[in-house]
């Protein structure tokens, strides 16, 4: 049995938490754990996690890396694949099932089942259950996870159950999201799962109904791996559900019950929170009624004489908006956002990168300064800056510096100075993070005022 997860979405509709380089499955929302960790941990009580495979794009593999690692220091580079481009879900599951076929050489008949890395599951002892008999019953079907309604609810497409199997149900047909009026239909006659895009299925099975139903997808999936790779870009942007599932007459739904939500906006995020019963300390409400506030800082958020309102902060952007509106709320924000080339958009104050993080203390004209962060064996690349220069002040653990000629170890209150288009690279020789506090000082002090000669992540 093997996992598949994806994990290549922006989440914009969880702005200004969520950013286009650092996706909302990467956040710690409700747990000490992100929502990616979360869903290895949950889906490692399913297959072993060996056999566990992660499918994102180029922005975020060392992202998805890191956060496994962090949890599961055995996890391998081999078990996160790389999209060429990102598209839809069918050209990810292609992918992960040609790699599981031509790379790991699985059998052809091992049954998997793909998740999405941003779904709450509060149940996962009963999640285990459903999922393991799932696997099992798969056969030479493909079978989906349907949610059992908990509402009529008009976010999410519906699973019309058809003959009852069982351990499962033949899927009579799939309904796209409904207006208030049919939600409220399906929800009553209790003939209806939600849609919660969980696939399970085998490669053959998946191949032969490609050759059916996605002849496009099945012409490349038949050639070599490389070529596959190669041509990946050229396969139409569509989701499983569009290119097979609603075509396939292989489809079974199991029914599940285990406290799931898809964490898609803030009003869920609320609902979510709401179940733990935990009292935010750094909440105060006076004269308000039913307010969610949520600081990424643990900020002190006073409400005074407010109603059905959501209140969201972040280290540089705050959100206030209506309660029970966030969903279209934060795509307009977006949107606009996007139109005026807001920066705050896609970029944070806490910037990730394959080696760690650094996050920007202070921001001026002629100065700036950072703390940086760098994980256990990882290092910068070897690089100059032509308009800055850099004094590096060690607060934990230890640095390898390459300074010019020179190779420093620095320790705890140590610190080096690096003068303007000095050679210089950071490097944690320790089994714990290291970081340093970077003041920065220079006519220009952006990004891209970095010179790469030697880079073990190969950016340019």
Not at 148 to 156: A, G, L, Y
Request: proline share 4%; with cysteine.
């Amino acid at each position: 049995m093997h996992s598949i997860i994806l994990c290549g979405g922006s989440g914009t509709r969880l702005w200004p938490l969520s950013r286009k380089n650092f996706p909302k499955q990467f956040l710690k929302l409700y747990s000490d754990k992100s929502l990616l960790q979360e869903t290895f941990l949950r889906m490692k009580e399913v297959v072993p996690e060996t056999n566990i495979y992660f499918v994102t794009n180029g922005d975020n593999y060392y992202n998805v890396l890191n956060q496994i690692r962090e949890i599961y220091p055995d996890f391998l580079e081999s078990q996160v694949l790389k999209e060429p481009k990102s598209l839809n879900n069918m050209p990810a599951l292609a992918l992960a099932a040609k790699y599981l076929k031509d790379v790991i050489k699985i059998d052809e008949t091992a049954p998997i089942i793909e998740v999405h890395s941003d779904h709450y599951i509060g149940n996962r002892p009963a999640y285990a259950k459903i999922a393991k008999n799932a696997l099992s019953k798969i056969g030479d079907n493909i079978g989906t996870i349907g949610i059992v309604p908990t509402k009529p609810d008009t976010s999410f497409g519906y699973i019309k159950k058809g003959e009852n199997l069982g351990d499962y149900y033949k899927v009579e047909t799939f309904k796209e999201k409904p207006d208030k009026k049919t939600a409220e239909e399906f929800f009553a006659s209790g003939e209806y799962l939600w849609n919660a895009g969980m696939y399970l299925f085998n490669i053959k099975t998946l191949a032969d109904e490609m050759k059916n139903h996605a002849p496009e997808f099945y012409s490349l999936f038949e050639k070599d791996y490389d070529t596959f790779l190669k041509d990946f870009q050229n396969l139409p942007a569509i989701a499983i559900d569009y290119a097979i599932a609603e075509k396939s007459n292989k489809l079974i739904t199991f029914e599940g019950d285990f406290d799931w939500s898809d964490v898609g906006s803030f009003d869920v995020l609320a609902e979510i929170l709401g179940r733990k019963k935990d009292e935010n300390p750094k909440h105060v409400s006076i004269d308000s009624k039913n307010v969610f506030a949520y600081s990424v800082n643990d900020g002190l958020i006073v409400t005074s004489g407010l109603e059905d309102v959501i209140v969201i902060e972040n280290n540089d952007s705050i959100l206030v908006q209506k309660m029970g509106e966030s969903n279209d709320g934060v795509k307009k924000v977006v949107e606009y956002l996007k139109e005026k080339n807001y920066p705050e958009l896609s970029d944070n104050v806490i910037g990730y990168r394959p080696w760690g993080k650094y996050e920007v203390l202070i921001d001026e004209d002629n100065h700036k300064v950072k703390k940086i962060t760098v994980y256990p064996g990882a290092k910068l690349s070897l690089q100059s800056h032509n308009r800055r220069a850099e004094h590096w002040v060690v607060v934990k653990g230890t640095a390898e510096i390459v300074h010019g000629e020179d190779l420093l170890t620095l320790e705890e209150n140590e610190s080096t100075f690096i003068p303007v288009g000095t050679k210089h690279r950071l490097g944690n020789p320790g089994k714990t993070n290291l970081e340093i506090i970077e003041v920065q000082t220079g006519d220009y002090l952006e990004e891209d005022d970095i010179v790469r000669y030697e880079d073990v992540y190969q950016r340019s």
